[in-house]
């Protein structure tokens, strides 16, 4: 009877769901999302709604609100990004931040434009900022942007290019981000789309946009899932 009992008992702690202690992979990478809660992320900058279904993250637009971000807690310098993601309307426009920061305060940034003429950004506080790569299918997917500083960057792939078709509408695509030091190279399902150096910010947040809508009611919505980093700090 007392083996039994013990047998039983042992049973039972086996059959107990596990919980992790800490997101790290075996292989060194960081599941940043666990699939399940939307813990270590907070919402900047706008007012997109943001939830979790099915194991992915799920971003959707509301009218009348600025670009929306889902921003990691942490920050992250050198590193392999890795997510999937679906755009299930090709109306909406969407894009990751990496390297990114959260303004906090109101900030100004002067730089030349085209024609070598001073020219001054001012974003408020809350504002996130910093690269970001391209989702959309309307063209420029994989391309990197300056979001609220510079805007527009010259690593942008043509839509008649091998890189500027790499993105495919209303599927999931995989997404693939390497920083080290100065070097940032964008893959879409295995494609380089960007690959330059440029040494503005070396570490930062993680983001997840949701566009602007101006005054368009339509709930558009934007999926990841799988999103994992690997640290090469």
Not at 47 to 59: F, L, M, P, Q, T
Not at 109 to 115: C, G, P
Not at 126 to 131: I, T
Request: proline share 5%.
């Amino acid at each position: 009877m007392r083996l039994n009992y013990f047998a039983s008992l042992a049973m039972a702690l086996f059959l107990l769901p596990v919980h992790c202690t800490s997101p790290a992979l075996e292989d060194g990478w960081i599941n940043l999302f666990n699939g399940e809660t939307l813990d270590g992320w907070s919402i900047h900058s706008g007012k997109a709604k943001y939830h979790v279904e099915d194991g992915c993250i799920v971003g959707q637009a509301v009218p009348n609100s600025p670009n929306s971000f889902l921003c990691t807690e942490k920050t992250y310098g050198d590193f392999i990004l890795e997510f999937e993601v679906l755009l299930e309307d090709n109306e909406l426009n969407s894009g990751v931040q990496f390297r990114s920061q959260i303004a906090p305060h109101e900030l100004m940034f002067w730089f030349r434009n085209e024609k070598g003429e001073y020219a001054s950004n001012t974003i408020p506080a809350d504002r996130v900022y910093g690269y970001q790569v391209e989702i959309a299918a309307g063209g420029g997917s994989g391309g990197v942007y300056d979001e609220a500083r510079r805007a527009m960057m010259p690593w942008w792939p043509e839509n008649d290019s091998k890189e500027g078709k790499a993105f495919k509408p209303k599927q999931w695509n995989n997404y693939r981000i390497e920083c080290k030091g100065d070097a940032i190279k964008t893959m879409i399902n295995g494609i380089v789309v960007s690959d330059f150096r440029d040494a503005l910010s070396d570490s930062g947040i993680i983001g997840l946009q949701v566009h602007d809508v101006g005054k368009d009611t339509t709930p558009y919505q934007v999926r990841w899932k799988n999103i994992r980093l690997l640290p090469l700090d």
